[in-house]
């Protein structure tokens, strides 16, 4: 394999469109800062490619996280759902609101919310209130929202949520940060529920460098995110503000590097899904993993490739991978158990455990060589047969 790359990187941003022609637009004409018609533009496409009425572009994905969750009402000693197996940044917002985070497990086919395990924990743990909200049994705080993640690309069984929540009056924000393009029964993740929030960090199926975006159907909820990402500032000459604001806004130089990319978006979903199959297909024949797939209902947009260990620790395999240039990444350390949040309240979180021992990912940039994976899969088949020998 004499072309092969030093180190096969785990996720490399695509930069091959206009990226370089809009964003020199910006720059030539002065419209550099968080108003242009590009955050407009890539505002009304992101929308568009939802099914969503509403976008706000944003900072990034964790402020959007943060201002859904004060627009939808989330205050100081509210609890919001959450799982323990994601990346940190929801959890994070939950405590920007001075809230508390309810920890539930995760399924070990979409590793996504546990919706069975949501359902338990409301019909046993909570009451409903003469006020019209939920309140948990033990604490006595109200349970104000849920935000169930997309993790992976991988839709979240949402039905069974938007049932229950719509019983007991609960408030659904979708981090769909890492799934844009997915599909849940047809219809696209982020556009379920109240609110979808996603990010275009560098690592991201499409990246602005760094930027976020709220998606909605409800007026009133897009223009509250509006007003409180511009500072809250309520009167379009004179410095008035009437709440406490943030300064949350995308600015279009950002936002044309987003519309270069929206405009690639569909391209790679393609490529994702389709190195997906590949990579699915070259793994099928060893026996001591498993390439998580997609369910039926679900179409992933694959933003993350994992591999699950049946019998071995996962980091023997990592750390053999790693040996060989090939950048692999562990799942993230279960939230409930980082230092900050060991004493937030947890419901039965055990499937979480297996997934953090047994789950890392895989290279899956947009642009990863043919050669690349059959390489990758060549070094898992290599670590198996030397294991198998000793
Ligand atoms: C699940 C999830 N939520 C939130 C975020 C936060 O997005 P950002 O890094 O744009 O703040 C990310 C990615 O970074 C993520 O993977």
Not at 20 to 29: A, G, I, P, R, S
Not at 259 to 269: D, S
Not at 369 to 380: A, G, H, L, R, W
């Amino acid at each position: 394999m004499s072309n092969i790359k030093k180190v096969i990187p785990l996720s490399e941003p695509e930069i091959s469109g206009n990226e370089w022609k809009y964003v020199k637009e910006c720059l030539d004409t002065g419209w550099v800062s968080s108003v242009g018609n590009y955050v407009n533009l890539f505002e009304s496409m992101l929308a568009e490619h939802v099914g969503a009425k509403y976008a706000v572009a944003v900072v990034n994905g964790t402020s959007a996280l943060h201002v859904s969750l004060i627009a939808c009402g989330v205050k100081a000693e509210d609890e919001v759902i959450v799982p323990p197996l994601t990346f940190i940044a929801p959890v994070n917002a939950v405590r920007y609101c001075n809230a508390y985070p309810v920890f539930i497990d995760c399924d070990l086919e979409t590793l996504c919310i546990d919706t069975q395990k949501v359902i338990d924990f409301l019909r046993n743990e909570s009451t409903f209130g003469k006020d019209g909200f939920t309140y948990n049994k033990k604490t006595k705080r109200r349970i104000k929202a849920i935000i169930p993640v997309h993790i992976f690309g991988h839709p979240v069984d949402m039905d069974p949520l938007l049932e229950i929540c719509k019983e007991y009056n609960i408030d659904i924000i979708e981090d769909a940060t890492e799934s844009l393009g997915s599909e849940y029964k047809g219809k696209k993740t982020g556009s379920l529920s109240k609110a979808g929030c996603f990010s275009f960090n560098g690592n991201k199926l499409i990246t602005t460098g760094g930027g976020g975006m709220v998606v909605t159907d409800d007026e009133s909820f897009a223009k509250k995110i509006r007003h409180l990402t511009t500072q809250a500032k309520k009167d379009p000459f004179e410095y008035d503000h009437d709440e406490i604001g943030y300064n949350y806004r995308l600015t279009n130089i950002q936002a044309a590097i987003g519309v270069a990319q929206m405009e690639k978006l569909n391209e790679f979903i393609e490529i994702k899904r389709k190195n997906a199959a590949i990579y699915k297909k070259l793994l099928s024949n060893i026996n001591e993993i498993e390439f998580l797939w997609e369910k039926s209902w679900a179409k992933s947009n694959f933003w993350f490739y994992t591999i699950k260990t049946k019998s071995i620790n996962k980091n023997q395999l990592m750390q053999y991978l790693l040996s060989k240039d090939i950048q692999v990444r562990p799942i993230w350390k279960l939230i409930h158990t980082l230092p900050m949040y060991k004493n937030f309240q947890t419901y039965k979180i055990d499937k979480a455990i297996e997934v953090y021992d047994r789950c890392f990912n895989i290279p899956c940039s947009v642009g990863i060589k043919q050669e690349n994976i059959k390489y990758i899969v060549k070094q898992i088949k290599n670590y198996f047969e030397k294991h198998e020998k000793k």
